[in-house]
């Protein structure tokens, strides 16, 4: 079980806007650590996609957005492409256990 | 090209030991904190350790706490993971990782090494 909770599954259609929403608690992203966003592609390492809640890495596509809120966190993903089809980690820092990653969602592009 | 190459998994035998070794290349190395990430086969990923610039602070997941240790030596940029009294459940693909800050973002990730913990 992990400290921070993901929706196992999201799926959309091309075009679509879908979001993955990350839930905490007052240890870690209500304590006002910051969220950050993973991609993983199948086969392949994690690649960092949001930093610090809502920033993006060079060579990340504005379709892809974070939000921060109270013990939440949301990704956003708009006019879903069929390469967006991925697993993605929101990860934390606790102040009991240090770095902490969600669960993980698949997303499928229908 | 800014890289991190892991190597050193392999299989071993419950109780045994292993280390791992991730050697960095393209950035100032002692710049950064580092960290260990697993992923068990179809499982998330789960931090494992993490140790800052210049090696004075370590973390552990509580999961590893006393069997693993973390190390890096800096004139050799590279950071290592000695594993002890390894278990069934360890058995995973180790990622090494940059940390931009601490606490903060992985923003460099290697492809990995496997370690499988099986009699």
């Known amino acids: 079980q992990s400290v921070l909770t993901q929706p196992p599954s999201v799926s959309g259609a091309p075009g679509q806007r879908v979001t993955i929403s990350c839930t905490g608690s007052?240890?870690?992203?209500?304590?006002?650590?910051?969220v950050h966003w993973y991609q993983q592609l199948p086969g392949t390492a994690p690649k960092l996609l949001i930093y610090?809640?809502?920033n993006r890495p060079s060579g990340v596509p504005d379709r892809f957005s974070g939000s921060k809120s109270g013990t939440s966190a949301s990704l956003a993903i708009t006019g879903l492409q069929a390469e967006d089809e991925a697993d993605f980690y929101c990860q934390s820092y606790d102040s009991h256990l240090s770095v902490v990653f969600g669960g993980g969602t698949k997303l499928t592009v229908l | 090209e800014v890289q991190l190459v892991e190597s050193g998994g392999g299989v071993v035998r419950p109780g045994g030991s292993l280390r791992l070794s991730c050697a960095a290349s393209g950035f100032t190395f002692d710049d950064y904190g580092m960290s260990w990430v697993r992923q068990a086969p179809g499982k998330g990923l789960e931090w494992v350790s993490g140790?800052?610039?210049?090696?004075?602070?370590?973390g552990y997941a509580d999961s590893v706490k006393g069997r693993f240790t973390i190390s890096r030596d800096n004139a050799k940029n590279s950071l290592y993971l000695q594993m002890n009294s390894l278990r069934a459940e360890d058995t995973a693909l180790y990622y090494c990782a940059r940390d931009f800050t601490t606490p903060g973002h992985m923003d460099v990730w290697g492809k990995g090494t496997t370690v499988t913990v099986s009699s």
């Open positions: 140790i800052i610039w210049n090696g004075g602070s370590t």
């Open positions: 610090d809640n809502n």
């Open positions: 007052s240890s870690n992203i209500g304590a006002g650590y910051d």
